[in-house]
């Protein structure tokens, strides 16, 4: 019907207490996916269509979110109007407010729009705190969301000298984990962005140590399964010294999941979705005279 609308919502999240971001079955109560709520939200509005968010990039339980994406679609009782994209996006929030989530943008999209299929990247951002090997040691703000590690320093010319070796066109079939889609999807994969720049806490002007942040930033269309924090444990090791820029290249070389080394997988904890991209003409709703369109700027493994 003509009232029926599909939207592209953006939202965020703090993963820790989620099961991750996608549906979690009907059994599992205790821990909820993040995708469980926000269809429960969009449920209070009384919406009379089935309700089923389609998630763009898959994050797994602890895995933050500055930026994941997903479309949706609502038809309204009695042939009202289509919500307006400030009216859903704060209906939607006051629905999730106690939840850890939040809706940062709405959107309404052409009928035929696909959440995941039509993103053209995704950004993800890996935060490690040194001197930290405790959570206490930390500012409660970065307390989950980071990686704490005992180090004081690590060697990050050889990390990003390794993180050039991973960019571009490769079988990242040593960097992924196993699971039941591994047989349906192929491990080549173009990583458009790997490096590592320093960070910073964020209370770190006011917290009363100076700890050190460094972030690791990882661009590509779609990643493999745990591909991000395979990635970042092996370039800490890098860092560390327990692996060789050349060790790193054997392993990216080996294409063999079972290649990649015991313990060496970085926690959940300090990996945020930061980014998920659209061209803008996929976004532009046909019916209304002006183009619209979300700017880069608004804000991750598919």
Not at 46 to 59: A, D, G, H, Q
Not at 154 to 181: C, I, P, Q, W, Y
Request: charge should be positive; charged fraction near 20%; include cysteine.
């Amino acid at each position: 019907m003509h009232n029926c609308a599909r939207y592209l919502i953006f939202f965020q999240y703090i993963g820790t207490k989620y099961s991750g971001v996608v549906r979690s079955p009907p059994h599992q109560q205790q821990k909820k996916g993040v995708q469980n709520h926000i269809e429960d939200a969009v449920r209070r509005l009384k919406p009379v269509n089935p309700v089923s968010l389609s998630v763009s990039s898959r994050t797994d339980s602890g895995v933050h979110a500055l930026s994941n994406s997903a479309h949706l679609d609502l038809q309204r009782s009695n042939d009202k109007p289509p919500f307006t994209d400030d009216v859903l996006l704060e209906a939607l929030n006051f629905h999730l407010l106690s939840e850890e989530i939040r809706v940062t943008r709405a959107q309404r999209v052409p009928a035929d729009f696909h959440a995941r299929y039509r993103a053209q990247s995704r950004t993800y951002v890996y935060r490690i705190a040194l001197g930290t090997p405790h959570h206490s040691q930390l500012p409660l703000t970065d307390h989950s969301l980071c990686w704490g590690l005992h180090n004081t320093e690590l060697n990050v010319k050889a990390m990003n000298e390794a993180a050039s070796l991973l960019v571009g066109t490769h079988d990242f079939s040593s960097f992924r984990a196993v699971n039941s889609d591994m047989p349906f999807k192929s491990p080549v994969k173009t990583l458009d962005l790997a490096h590592v720049a320093p960070g910073n806490a964020f209370v770190q002007a006011h917290f009363h140590r100076d700890i050190q942040f460094w972030e690791l930033t990882f661009k590509s269309k779609s990643f493999l399964y745990k591909q991000v924090r395979r990635l970042t444990g092996a370039l800490v090791a890098v860092g560390q010294g327990r692996l060789s820029v050349a060790q790193l290249r054997e392993l990216l070389e080996a294409r063999d999941t079972r290649a990649y080394p015991q313990g060496t997988v970085a926690p959940a904890r300090g990996l945020f979705l930061t980014r998920v991209d659209y061209n803008q003409a996929d976004l532009q709703f046909p019916e209304e005279g002006e183009e619209r369109g979300l700017s880069p700027s608004v804000n991750p493994e598919d």
